[in-house]
């Protein structure tokens, strides 16, 4: 089993970034799948999930109009759309996949936002 994040970097306030998560070794279709970020000196925080059922994505309130979760079920990649990103979205960023009692994570990409 393996999640690969990628896309991460550095960028001023107001750029935008894409994260992608290749997924490997599991039937992706069948996970839920969410991202989740990691600031220093915080603890890992949910930021944007897809459900299942009827694709339903939810998001952490401070991120909602600005990141976009999807995926592709065929090419079994999960994506992040960062838009006007801010300061505080510095972190590293997590793929996070769920099925049941099965959950993998990704090894994280670092995100930098600053002037």
């Known amino acids: 089993v393996q999640l690969v994040e990628s896309g991460g970097g550095s960028v001023q306030p107001g750029g935008s970034l894409t994260l992608s998560c290749a997924a490997s070794g599991f039937t992706f279709s069948r996970f839920e799948m969410r991202w989740y970020r990691q600031a220093p000196g915080k603890e890992r925080e949910l930021v944007a999930g897809m459900l299942l059922i009827g694709g339903r994505r939810t998001y952490k309130e401070s991120v909602k109009g600005r990141f976009t979760i999807s995926r592709d079920n065929v090419k079994n990649m999960l994506y992040l759309q960062m838009n006007s990103l801010e300061v505080e979205d510095t972190a590293v960023y997590y793929c996070?996949?769920?099925?049941?009692?099965?959950?993998?994570w990704g090894q994280g990409t670092q995100v930098t936002v600053s002037s």
């Open positions: 996070n996949a769920i099925y049941g009692s099965l959950v993998y």
